[in-house]
C-alpha cells in the first residue's frame, strides 16, 4: 500500500472517534452519543467501516457495492426512524464530508513530515474515487431517510418536508418528491396565503390543510406566527407550461409568465379561503425550482402588502405587478404615513374604504361596482363625492386612482374593518 493510504489506514480508528466526537459537540440532535454507549458504538463501526472501505477501494478506483449501498442507506433509515429531523441529517452530511477532507490533508502533511513525498498521482486517485462514490453514498443514505419517513409520518408531514427541502435546496427533495409521487417540475407558482390572528376558539388547520395537499397534489407547509395563532400557508404548486397555439407550428411550450396567475394558484387560493372562513390574503410569484428561497421572500411580501379578504369575496392571489406601489412605499417611511394619514381622513364616511375598492376592482364601472357593493348606483356616486370632501382627491382622476387605491391597499392588508 502507497504511503497516503498507510497513513489513513493508520489514523482510521482515530478519525472515526474524532467525528462521532464531532457529532456530538456540534450537532445538538446528537448530544446523546456522549451518554448512550450502545448508540456510540454503532456509530462508531459505521464511521470506522466507511474509511476502511474508502482505503480498500480507492487506490483501484473501484466502486461501492450494492452491499455496501444497502449498509448506508440502512443508517440513513435507522437514523430517519429514531426522529433525526431534516436540517440534522444535512449537518451530519456535510460535516462528514468535511472530516474526511481533513484526514486526506492531514494524511498528506503527515508523510511530508516524516520525508516521505506523497505522489500527485496518489491524491489524484484518491479524490477521483471520493467524489463520485460520496455522490452515490449520500443517495443511497437519502433513499434510506426517505424510506424511513414514508412509514414514520403521515402524507401530509411528507408534503410539508417536501416544501421546506425545496425552499432550503436540500438534494433529499427529489427523494421525497418521488415517494409522494409528486413530480417536480422546472417552474412552479411559491404562493403564500397570509392568515391574521384567529380568535382562541377558531380550530386548527391541519385537516383543511391535509385536503389541500391531496386534492392539489402540491408540497404545502403551514408557517405559523410568532407568539400568535396567526401564520402563512406556503405551498409550491407545480406549473406546466401550455402547449403554444397550433397556428404557430412551434413544438416549444410557451415561457410561464412572471406576473400572471395560474388557475392551479388561483383554485388553492379559493378551497384555502373557503375553508378558513376568516379574511387571508394571497401573494403569488412564479419561479424556476433552483429559485424557490428568493421567490418565497417575494411572495411572502406580496402577501402582507395585498388586501385582506373575505372568502366570500373570492379572494385571488396578488402578483408583485398588482402591489408594487405598496411594496415601494413600504421602504418610505414619510410616503407610508402621508398614505396612513389620508386612509385616516376616510374614517367618518360610510364604508368608504369598502365602496373604493369595489370601485376600483370593477375598473371605475359604476354599474358594476353598486352591484357588487348591492347598493343603488346614487348611493356609489355619493360615497364618491364623500371620499371628495373628506380628502380633497377627485377618486375619478388620475390621480385619485394613484394615491386612492394605494391607501385603500393598504388599509385592507392591515386589517378587514
Known sequence: MESLFAELARQASANARREVEAYAR??????FLDTNSRARAETLEYALWFRRR??????????LSDDDLGYI???????AAAGMSLDARQRVLRLHTSLMLREINEATDAQRGVGVGVGVGELMRMMHWFAPQGERGIRAYSQGFVTALRHRLPYVEQAALLARSLLKGDPISAGLASALGIELPEHCAVTVIRVPDRPVGDRDLESEIEVLVKTHHAPITWWPGKGSRSGELIALIPLRPAAPPASTGSGNAETVQPHSVPDPVSDLVRDFAQALGRPCAAGTVTSSLSEVADALDLARRVSRAAPLRRASARPRPHTMSDVFVELAVADAPFVDAWLRAVGRSLRPGPDLVVTLDAYYRHDMHRGAAAAALNVHPRTLDYRLRRVRELTGIDPGSTRGVRILSSVVTRRLSEAWH
Open 26 to 31: 456540534e450537532i445538538a440532535e446528537l448530544e
Open 54 to 63: 474508502t482505503i480498500e477501494l480507492s487506490p483501484d478506483n473501484s466502486e
Open 73 to 79: 442507506a440502512a443508517i440513513g433509515e435507522t437514523r
